[in-house]
């Protein structure tokens, strides 16, 4: 087994506009994730993987770009930047920063450049296209909802946008595009930072003749997506990129990845072919949603489903590749809300949640508040919503879907982007400690009952929880380095698997049920010597049945 730092480690993401404000303004800045890193510390988490701090007119929340090599003014200074950089290491803590290269914003200079006229120099880092008289280039929908394509007056032409019109895409087949790219990834290698989460990396490479998407369900524009998802010359370029600046460097490296199978992801993966360590994958995000309106459908899910889609992963990246371990991040509801039960079993199954992730074969990612067991917020209007694809996808439930609004609000709360967007619930005082000011997202009402103080005050909460998870994890190889085995693959409310390695064997048993489940596992009750690493009920007096939402973990 090849040893390598980041398979070892333990990720946490910090979005910083809700981590935490240190000014008052009511955004979250970069001195605020300063003062919480001995928090951070004592958690036991490894990394920090620090979403978009960069400049930015802020249409998508920094995913829109305005200058790499500068720092949102609202965040703080390139000099706070060097601080965290710096207090971080001290505290034996990585800085993993977000690479947005599919796109820019429309404000960055480069896209000024480019659609000031036809002839400019930087013309052709951006995807440029004639239109159909009066229609656009093609058909393709944007990811927010609306056609991808927008129009520009000075050129008269168009340019492809996969997100929102200020997002415009960047053309990967210009080669002095790629290199302004590799200059700008060294610049933030040189200042000491550890890795590159890459935002949807997979779709850098367009299908050059960039055809009709199909339509379905009535919908007015096309898919576009097999065409610029996984692209066919994604891996010359990723190559290409490992070799001009990932090789030099000691650095971890994952792709977000919409659409990518497990036997791209191989490929991805593969440590010969030298592209990127690990992948986001999305298929588990997606149990539930419909095939006309995607998550927003919101439909029941099955336990056997999730089993089926993280086993095959577990299994297809055994020998060749890496897992990447998530249920959060900044784009997805809260997971005790998803997967969970977040009212009266909260606190067991968020700990469940936790258990069945963190004992995978993969490298488990934290997002900021899962540790304190936070959950979806409680929306009762379109106006309580910041995030672009959210209102966006409201106007077209309701204009085009003709949704009621009690249906596009029931599925807002469920599955909308600003559930993770939430400030971080830091104590029991105004705003949940998270700013003096007002916050530039409401708060979660329920931040008197879940908080960091009131979890660091009581030794059977979550955080703990997940910090028990992180030793184990440092102090058993088998949790690293074990092979995968599905058991009770059939069961509709136990998830359950074993992990291999060097003799030993671990048994992780994950209830999703609020009734107790009786269970028969003879290889279990017959071991010698088993002991139980960890649960999320008292480990004296073990009832042979599972409790609601229970995990236990078994060293044999």
Known sequence: MEQQWWKEAVVYQIYPRSFKDSNGDGIGDIQGIISKLDYLKLLGIDVIWLSPVYDSPNDDNGYDIRNYTEIMQEFGSMEDIDELIAEAHRKGIKIVMDLVVNHTSDEHEWFLESKSSKDNPKRDFYIWREGNGDEAPNNWESMFRGSAWEYNEPTEDYYLHLFSKKQPDLNWENPALRQEVYKMMTWWAEKGIDGFRMDVINFISKHPDLPDGEKSHGKEFGNGAPFFMNGPKIHDYLQEMNKEVLSRYDLMTVGEMPGVDVEEARKYTDSSRNEVNMVFQF??????????????????????????ILSRWQNGLETTGWNSL?????DQPRVVSRFGNDGQYRVESAKMLATLLHMMKGTPYIYQGEELGMTNSEFTSVHDFNDIESINSYYDLKNRAKWDEEKIMN????????????????????????????????????????NAEKCLADKNSVFYYYQKLIQLRKTYPIIVHGKYELIFKEHPQLFAYERHYEGKKLVVLCSFSPEKIDFDYPSLDKADGKELLISNYSQENQPEALRPYEARVYLI
């Open 283 to 308: 298929e588990h995000m997606g149990v539930g949603d419909g095939v006309e309106e995607g998550k927003w459908s919101n439909n029941a899910w099955e336990l056997n489903e999730l089993k089926e």
């Open 326 to 330: 998530y249920w959060n991040n900044h």
């Open 411 to 450: 599925a807002l709360k469920a599955r909308s982007r600003d559930n993770a967007r939430t400030p971080v619930q830091w104590d029991q005082t105004e705003h949940a400690g998270f700013t003096t000011g007002n916050p530039w997202l409401e708060v979660n009402p329920n931040y008197n009952d879940i």
